[in-house]
């Protein structure tokens, strides 16, 4: 996935009110974009840091740009815009790159299921029947370590949908939890149990139903991101 129109790069001023960001652009430009992240975001900026932005000419728009790009203070890059995910885990899908769901014969996004008015991110069809996958962005990493984690913040929607996991694998249905790992330099992916840890008894919870757990890490440049490779899960 190439970003297009080509990004932009700046200074980090502020992140705040979660969704806002001030930036300075190289030519000294003050800015207020979007900062498309629900989560803390810990440990991803700092106040100067490098980050990458695309604009936008909407006139209907109230802010010029999205925020899609930072330099994490342990020099990492991590794509901090967590819409990108869904695509880039389905441009991966019918490439081939996830080997481990490879040969489905339809793909549909947003689909509803469950018994608590989820929608899972992807259902694949297969020919022996449906695998439902929910997709996070994963963007937490630490000093010293090429382990990340997720989440960076509670959250009781992530802990629903392997809830819902859960019950569709008990029931004999094909049920993954997907960590897209937009974050360079990582070689392997763990519940962040000092965060939240109702999410991680769930995922373990999850997993001894049977519900599958794949995280893949990506290529990531100011140009370009793609998911690339399989990453090691910890549990």
């Not at 802010?63 to 869904?86: D, F, H, K, S, Y």
């Not at 974050?183 to 965060?195: K, N, S, W, Y």
């Not at 373990?204 to 140009?223: H, I, N």
Request: hydrophobic fraction near 40%; proline fraction near 5%.
């Amino acid at each position: 996935m190439r970003f297009t129109p080509a990004l932009e790069e700046g200074r980090l001023l502020k992140r705040y009110k979660r969704f806002l960001a001030d930036i300075e652009t190289a030519s000294g430009e003050l800015l207020t974009i979007h900062c498309p992240n629900t989560g803390s975001m810990l440990n991803c900026m700092s106040e100067g840091c490098r980050v990458w932005f695309s604009r936008s000419n909407d006139p209907k728009r109230k802010l010029p740009g999205t925020w899609e790009i930072v330099e994490t203070p342990q020099g990492r890059l991590a794509c901090v815009n967590t819409a990108r995910a869904n695509g880039l885990v389905e441009e991966a899908l019918r490439a081939g790159v996830i080997t481990e769901l490879a040969g489905f014969e339809g793909l549909k996004r947003e689909v509803a299921y469950g018994l608590e008015n989820s929608r899972a991110d992807l259902r694949l069809d297969f020919a022996e029947g449906p695998a439902f996958v929910e997709v996070k962005s994963v963007t937490l990493g630490f000093d010293g370590t090429p382990v990340a984690a997720f989440p960076d913040a509670v959250t009781q929607r992530g802990s629903k949908h392997l809830r819902e996991l859960a019950a569709l694998a008990r029931d004999g249905v094909r049920a993954v939890q997907l960590y897209c790992v937009n974050l360079t330099g990582i070689d392997a992916v763990r519940p962040a149990e000092e965060i939240d840890p109702a999410y991680a008894a769930a995922l373990r919870e999850a997993v001894a139903a049977g519900v599958e757990v794949l995280a893949y890490g990506v290529e990531l440049t100011p140009e370009e991101i793609r998911v690339s490779r399989r990453l090691e899960v910890r549990l």
